[in-house]
C-alpha cells in the first residue's frame, strides 16, 4: 500500500479512501511514515514533533491512540507497539502480510539474545539501543528481559515507572536502583536490606544488589565497615566461573571502601596496580574503565592533586557517557558527590560536580518523579 499526505489539508489517502487529521496526528504519521520500520521511544517523538514544545505527559500515548482509530480504514497500515521500547509504523502489500519468518526462528532468537549478552557484558549501552530499535528491519523479537533492560540502560524512568506493558514485579530492580540515586542514604540502605529480607527480587538480581549494589550505600553513608563484611561474601561468590563478570566492578568498589576508609596510599596504589594491569588489560570493558577512572579521581582528592583528578573525574564520566548506560554515570556521579560531601575538596570542584549530579537527575527525570517512584518501591515492599 502507498499512503499519500497531503500536508496543506492535513489529509491522508490510499486505494480510495481518505482520512482527515488534526496536524499534530498528521505531523506524528508524516514523521512515522519517513522513517517507516524504526523504532521511537516516546522520549524521541517528543523530540522530534514537539519541537520547542512543552506538552503534558502521555502526549504521544494520547496521539497514538485517536491516529490509530482514524487510520482503521487502511487495514495494510498499522503503528505496532514495540514491547519496552516504542512505536513503529508498518505499511504492508497487500500480498505480504505475514511476519517476517525469521522472528518464529529460536536459533536466532538465541543468537539475538547472546548478542545482547556480550554488549551488556562489554559495556556498550549504545550498541544494545541501536540494535533493539531495528528488530522489525532485521526480522528478530526482543528478548523479555532486554526489552526492560534497554529501558534501564538509557534512563528511560518514566517508562519503567509508568508501563502498563509489564509488571511492577518485573521493573522493581531497576526503579530501587535509580532510588538508590536519591536522598539519605541510610534510608536506601534500610530499604535494600528490608528488599533483600523480604526475596523480593529474582535470584540473579538479588544476588547483584547483595553483592555489589548494596555497598556503595554501605560506603558513601560513612558506614565502610558494613561494606567490608558484605566484600567477605562478594569474594565467595564471584570466585564461582558464573559471576565472573562481577570482579572488575567487585574491585573498583573495593577500593572505593579502602578509599573512604582512609586505606594508606601504598595499599590504594597496589589495588590500582592490580586493577590497571590485571583486571582491565583482560576485561577492557567501558562500564569498568569509566567507573575505575571516577575511582582513581576520588583517590587524587583526597591527595589533593587537584588538577589531576578533576582530569580524572571528566575522563571518567565522559568515558560512561559514551558508553550509553546511563545510570552507571548516575552512579558515578552520585559517588562524587557523596565522597566530596565527607571529604571536601576545594570549593569550585564540590559545586561542580553537585552541579552535575543535579543536572543528570534532572534530565531522566528523576527529582520530579521521586514521589511517584517513592509510592512504586513502598507498594512493592508492602506487597509481602
Not at 532510588?179 to 534500610?190: E, I
Not at 558513601?220 to 558484605?230: D, H, N, Q, V, Y
Not at 574491585?251 to 590500582?272: N, Y
Not at 567507573?291 to 583526597?302: F, N, P
Request: with cysteine; proline share 4%; glycine share 6%.
Amino acid at each position: 500500500m502507498q499512503l499519500e499526505l497531503h500536508t496543506s489539508e492535513y489529509r491522508v489517502s490510499a486505494e480510495g479512501i481518505t482520512v482527515v487529521l488534526l496536524p499534530k496526528e498528521f505531523a506524528l504519521l508524516q514523521f512515522l511514515c519517513r522513517n517507516k520500520g524504526r523504532t521511537f521511544s516516546r522520549e524521541q517523538l517528543l523530540d522530534h514533533v514537539w519541537t520547542m514544545e512543552y506538552p503534558v505527559e502521555r502526549t504521544v500515548d494520547d496521539h497514538i491512540y485517536r491516529l490509530r482509530k482514524k487510520l482503521r480504514p487502511f487495514a495494510d497500515v498499522e503503528i505496532k507497539s514495540v514491547r519496552g521500547l516504542g512505536y513503529s509504523l508498518s505499511v504492508q502489500n497487500s500480498t505480504a502480510r505475514e511476519a517476517n519468518p525469521t522472528t518464529r526462528d529460536p536459533e536466532l532468537h538465541k543468537t539475538m539474545r547472546d548478542v545482547f549478552g556480550k554488549y551488556q557484558l562489554y559495556g556498550q549501552g549504545r550498541s544494545m539501543l541501536t540494535l533493539a530499535r531495528q528488530q522489525d528491519v532485521l526480522g528478530f523479537e526482543l528478548d523479555p528481559f532486554y526489552s526492560v533492560y534497554v529501558h534501564f540502560v538509557q534512563g528511560d524512568l518514566e517508562w519503567l515507572l509508568n508501563s502498563d506493558e509489564v509488571p511492577l514485579n518485573e521493573r522493581f530492580y531497576w526503579l530501587l536502583l535509580f532510588y538508590m540515586f536519591t536522598g539519605n542514604l541510610k534510608q536506601k540502605q534500610g530499604l535494600c536490606e528490608q528488599v533483600l529480607e523480604k526475596k523480593l527480587l529474582s535470584p540473579e538480581q538479588h544476588r547483584e544488589m547483595e553483592i555489589l549494589n548494596i555497598l556503595d550505600l554501605y560506603t558513601l553513608a560513612g558506614e565502610p565497615s558494613k561494606a567490608f563484611e558484605r566484600l567477605k561474601l562478594s569474594h565467595v561468590v564471584i570466585a564461582e566461573p558464573k559471576y565472573e563478570s562481577f570482579i572488575p566492578q567487585t574491585a573498583i568498589t573495593e577500593m572505593l571502601v579502602h578509599l573512604v576508609a582512609g586505606t594508606e596510599d601504598h595499599e590504594l596504589e597496589k589495588m590500582a596496580t592490580a586493577i590497571e594491569d590485571g583486571i582491565l588489560s583482560a576485561k577492557p570493558f567501558l562500564r569498568e574503565i569509566g567507573s575505575y577512572k571516577v575511582v582513581k579521581g576520588l583517590w587524587m582528592l583526597r591527595r589533593q592533586a587537584w588538577s589531576e583528578a578533576e582530569n580524572l573525574l571528566d575522563e571518567g564520566l565522559q568515558v560512561l557517557d559514551r558508553s550509553g548506560f546511563v545510570p552507571l554515570r548516575l552512579a558515578a556521579l552520585m559517588r562524587i558527590h557523596h565522597y566530596c560531601s565527607m571529604f571536601p575538596p576545594k570549593k569550585e570542584l564540590q559545586q561542580k560536580y553537585a552541579d552535575f549530579f543535579k543536572e543528570e537527575q534532572e534530565q531522566i527525570g528523576l527529582l520530579k518523579l521521586l514521589g511517584p517512584l517513592e509510592a512504586a518501591i513502598r507498594s512493592e515492599l508492602g506487597r509481602c
